[in-house]
């Protein structure tokens, strides 16, 4: 494996546990005792900035070395990914925004690790990345955990939705 290469996976690494401090210590704290509507917006927000993945397919941002799969793969699943979140804010406070939260998440989260996954395929180097290195160091990271969150929140609302009709029917609630 090329020494950039381990840098690379390093920069991941650091990344993913970095976002998971915070995570953990400053946005969960946050996110866990709202409505799972409410909590899911901050995350569909942050998620609405993946049209940043569209940078992969900008000669002299990347290399014009970077393979052109996995250039095209990570650029329009992240605009799809973007789009998703969006449509998602309009439409939550009814029953297709929950659907709608449920295809962004899967679509999203799969998103990204089809992006590695095409990397890999592809044989990227580090380097190939130019400048829009950072995004999946710094930004994929992030956006693999607030996926997770999201996947948490989501399991919760079903819970509640399953949970409460069966409480009102023998008259607990």
């Given at each position: 494996?090329?020494?950039?290469?381990?840098?690379?996976?390093?920069?991941?690494?650091?990344?993913?546990?970095?976002?998971?401090?915070?995570?953990?210590?400053?946005?969960?704290?946050?996110?866990?005792?709202?409505?799972?509507?409410?909590?899911?917006?901050?995350?569909?927000?942050?998620h609405s900035f993946r049209y940043i993945g569209l940078a992969f397919l900008v000669p002299g941002v990347v290399s014009a070395e970077l393979p052109s799969a996995f250039a095209?793969?990570?650029?329009?699943?992240?605009?799809?990914?973007?789009?998703?979140?969006?449509?998602?804010?309009?439409?939550?406070?009814?029953?297709?925004?929950?659907?709608?939260?449920?295809?962004?998440?899967?679509?999203?989260?799969?998103?990204?690790?089809?992006?590695?996954?095409?990397?890999?395929?592809?044989?990227?180097?580090?380097?190939?990345?130019?400048?829009?290195?950072?995004?999946?160091?710094?930004?994929?990271p992030l956006l693999m955990i607030t996926h997770v969150v999201a996947f948490r929140i989501l399991a919760r609302h079903q819970r509640e939705v399953w949970v409460r009709p069966?409480?009102?029917?023998?008259?607990?609630?």
């Amino acid at each position: 494996m090329p020494q950039q290469m381990i840098w690379f996976f390093t920069s991941v690494a650091f990344g993913l546990i970095a976002w998971s401090v915070v995570t953990a210590r400053y946005v969960w704290p946050l996110l866990r005792d709202r409505a799972p509507l409410e909590a899911l917006r901050p995350i569909l927000v942050l998620h609405s900035f993946r049209y940043i993945g569209l940078a992969f397919l900008v000669p002299g941002v990347v290399s014009a070395e970077l393979p052109s799969a996995f250039a095209r793969a990570a650029a329009y699943g992240d605009i799809v990914a973007a789009v998703l979140a969006l449509v998602t804010l309009m439409l939550l406070p009814s029953a297709a925004g929950m659907a709608a939260a449920w295809v962004f998440n899967v679509w999203g989260l799969a998103d990204l690790l089809n992006a590695f996954y095409q990397a890999n395929r592809a044989g990227l180097l580090a380097g190939q990345m130019g400048a829009a290195y950072f995004l999946p160091t710094v930004i994929v990271p992030l956006l693999m955990i607030t996926h997770v969150v999201a996947f948490r929140i989501l399991a919760r609302h079903q819970r509640e939705v399953w949970v409460r009709p069966r409480t009102a029917r023998i008259g607990l609630g």
